[in-house]
């Protein structure tokens, strides 16, 4: 007995575990989607000792889903400068329980570094406000905003963000509107992710969350993911299949299982899965539930909000900008609306002369769709306005990439949101398993980090698998039991 039992934990082979000196079958669990959310869940469930865990994942070269440290750019470059998605982690969010992995892990962390903003004018002329300045920007920006926000949350129509934080700094919204006349303030605004994401709730919006995010780990988010898949000391690593796409999934409660089928035409049975695909995926009804889930699902599905963004990486022979700043901001009639407005100085961490931009809203979509032509012109507009047209042109770009999220067929989409209407309950419905099979994981099912974060994502499989590990479903089969027991004896007494 002795002997299965350290063979089991060794090698992670045998079915069966011991409880209460019997042996017993463990309990096989599928999880759907290899990136944050779902690895965090198959950690936790396969530590437990208890269940032999499973990861599908639908791309055939990698997991991760948005994190992803494209390491085959070019040689020689180091994570965070190669980062197609996930690159920061959030120090505010308490406990951020990514940064004490990281820590544990002793993998490298920087801070985001000092931000410069430069702005535009119609003319040309560049202004630039650099350390305690900038920051001073933002601060003011962040107090008239706040309080906006916080009296908007005492109306009772619930009300865009764009419109309460438009109205706050005398913004119309008019879309004819030049960039380049306004004030400082009033383009800070209009460059907000909740102001350029569309219907953005005012009443569930903690303006809070967005702040905070400033960790990079040197060597690239995926380091930490693949950390966690890996394990630490006696902890099995996680079976991941690849080129596993899902398309069905059945209960079948004659035989007390789930059923899931892919489109290779194999069909896996467990006795629970855990979903975690990106909203943007389920909102594309590519995965068939058997029967269908509850209209509360799908209608707190359907009413996400969801946006978009993309990652641009530029590289030069040497750099040309000041090597000290973090991050530059620019506002200007070209770089507006979440367009190539921020820029991540790679090079104050890694050394490499590389430069991280990215695109927001609506216009990541468009910029995914322009000829490469289009997109390089653009950059290098932009960061001439930023650095000096003569400047940049001078130098030749040696690496030139992009994200692809809104057409990544496994993707979708990068952000989910609540939009106005929708109520705290709708979390309370994306995270109710259906007993005892099916459990939701993914940043979309966390009401507290409010939009998609790697966090939320992280916690969201934790909280999965302890539904598993807890029972919660036999709990509650218990309790309504309970009730109708209750129920019928009270109506026998009457």
């Known amino acids: 007995m002795n002997a ?36 965090a869940a198959a950690r936790a469930l396969l530590n437990k000792g208890e269940y032999n865990v499973k990861v599908l994942e639908a791309r055939s070269d ?3 889903g948005r994190i992803w440290t494209n390491r085959q750019i070019q040689p020689g470059l180091k994570g965070v400068d190669v980062e ?8 505010r969010a308490k406990p951020n329980k990514l940064i004490k992995l990281a820590n544990d892990f002793e993998l490298q962390m920087e801070n985001s570094g000092l931000l410069q903003v430069v702005t535009v004018n ?5 202004e630039i406000y650099s ?38 700094v005398g913004l119309n919204g008019d879309q004819n509107e030049h960039d380049d006349e306004l004030t ?37 988010v995926s380091v930490l993911l693949d950390r966690i898949v890996a394990g630490s000391g006696t902890e099995l690593p996680v079976k991941i299949e ?31 899965v855990v979903l975690a695909l990106p909203v943007g995926v389920l909102k594309s009804g590519s995965v068939i539930f058997d029967p269908p889930l509850s209209r509360d699902w799908y209608k707190s599905i359907k009413s996400l909000g969801i946006d978009y963004s993309t990652k641009i990486i530029v590289g030069f022979k040497e750099a040309f900008w000041p090597k000290d700043v973090g991050i530059f901001n620019i506002y200007s ?55 000096g047209e003569d400047i940049v042109n001078s130098h030749d770009m040696t690496i030139f990439v992009h994200s692809n999220w809104s057409t990544d067929e496994f993707t979708l989409g990068t952000t989910s949101y609540p939009q106005v209407g929708n109520t705290p309950e709708m979390w309370k419905t994306l995270q109710q398993p259906v007993c005892p099979y099916i459990y939701f994981a993914g940043a979309h099912t966390e009401a507290d980090t409010h939009i998609d974060s790697l966090h939320g994502a992280y916690d969201s499989g934790i909280r999965a698998s302890q539904q598993i590990i807890n029972s919660i479903c036999e709990t509650k089969k218990k309790s309504a039991n309970k009730k109708q027991k209750t129920k019928s004896k009270n109506k026998d007494e009457l």
Do not use: C
């Open 184 to 220: 400082i303030v009033q383009q800070i605004t209009k460059s907000l992710p909740a102001v350029t994401m569309q219907n953005f709730s005012s009443a569930l919006y903690d303006i809070y969350n967005d702040f905070g995010w400033d960790r990079i780990l040197v060597d690239g």
């Open 4 to 39: 299965l039992i350290i063979l089991s934990i060794i090698w992670g082979s045998f079915l069966f575990i011991v409880n209460h000196g019997q042996l017993v079958e463990k309990k096989e669990v599928v999880i759907v989607g290899g990136g944050m959310a779902g690895m």
């Open 62 to 64: 990698r997991y991760g």
């Open 122 to 126: 119609e003319n040309g002329d560049r």
């Open 333 to 387: 009639k070209t770089a507006s609306d979440g367009f190539l407005q921020t820029w991540i100085n790679s090079y104050r961490i890694s050394g490499n002369p590389v430069l991280i931009g990215k695109v927001s809203g609506e216009k990541a979509k468009l910029w995914e769709t322009q000829p490469e032509i289009e997109r390089k012109h653009m950059v290098k507009k932009v960061l001439g306005e930023i650095f």
């Open 242 to 272: 690849m080129n596993k796409v899902v398309r069905n999934i059945k209960v079948d409660d004659k035989r007390q299982k789930v059923l899931i089928r892919t489109t290779d035409r194999k069909q896996i049975i467990a006795d629970a």
């Open 131 to 168: 350390g305690a300045n900038a920051t001073t920007l933002y601060t003011e920006t962040f107090k008239t905003l706040i309080e906006a926000l916080n009296a908007a949350k005492q109306e009772i129509t619930d009300r865009p963000v764009r419109d309460v934080f438009f109205e706050a």
């Open 84 to 91: 197609m998605g996930a690159a920061f982690l959030n120090t």
